[in-house]
């Protein structure tokens, strides 16, 4: 394996297992040591501080390397166009009233029901991290993107599984009712039940995310790659 692929990967396993660790085996021990408040700050400054070293090693790693399969054609880059628009109305919605986030709101907004997103997943953050990926791979099916995406798709998959199990403790019959009520792999058929601003904020931020793509990876993406 080449030399800057191999620290790719390297700074992968470091990024997705200290956010295991820290979210679940040591997140007990870090906040007794450091308040909660002090656990909030290391726990910020590893995942930045691997996230920098897995984006300065991807960029250092070949890219262009010879592809998987050819991800080149109009389907694939309709596809993940799709998906990454899928991607950010999720990530748009997640934050409007989700009982998986540090609030003390949790119980309530559980007990409220599925609304939006949450009737396409319980875990809409997540996801659209997976969707993401899975786009990505579509489109450059390279050992580099491969490696960075299965970092993100498995830190978003496992991380929404033990997530939920967590919260099983942290909130008993809150989460357990709110677990009923939702689905852990995406619905498709709640697409019509989403509501007007995770689309319209989501739409914004495919297209902002997209236009930016053609300057930060010098290749134009989503609606842009036709109408550029």
């Known amino acids: 394996m080449d030399a800057a692929l191999t620290m790719l990967v390297a700074a992968a396993v470091t990024f997705v297992g200290t ?3 820290l979210s679940h085996p040591l997140r007990g021990a870090v906040t007794r040591a450091v308040g ?4 909030q700050a290391v726990y910020s400054l590893v995942a930045l ?3 920098g070293w897995m984006a300065l090693a991807f960029r250092a790693a070949p890219g262009l390397a010879a592809p998987l399969w050819d991800g080149q054609g109009e389907p694939a880059w309709t596809m993940a166009s799709a998906l990454t628009l899928l991607a950010g109305v999720l990530l748009v919605g997640s934050f409007q009233g989700n009982p998986a986030l540090p609030t003390p709101d949790a ?4 007990a409220k029901g599925p609304h939006g997103v949450f009737h396409i997943t319980r875990h809409p953050m ?6 993401w990926a899975a786009a990505h791979v579509l489109v450059a099916p390279t050992p580099r993107v491969l490696v960075l995406t299965a970092a993100i798709a498995l830190l978003a998959l496992a991380g929404s599984h033990m997530q939920d199990r967590k919260k099983e403790v942290a909130m008993g019959e809150a989460w357990a009712g709110w677990e009923a009520k939702t689905a852990f792999w995406p619905r498709l058929g709640g697409l019509t039940q989403v509501g007007a601003v995770p689309w319209l904020g989501g739409a914004a931020l495919w297209l902002a995310a997209t236009w930016a793509h053609i300057w930060l990876a010098y290749l134009p993406a989503g609606i842009w790659r036709w109408v550029g």
């Open 49 to 51: 501080a691997s996230f």
């Open 36 to 39: 909660e408040k002090g656990f």
């Open 126 to 131: 997540m996801w659209a991290m997976a969707l």
């Open 19 to 21: 956010h295991f660790a």
């Open 107 to 110: 119980a309530a907004l559980a």
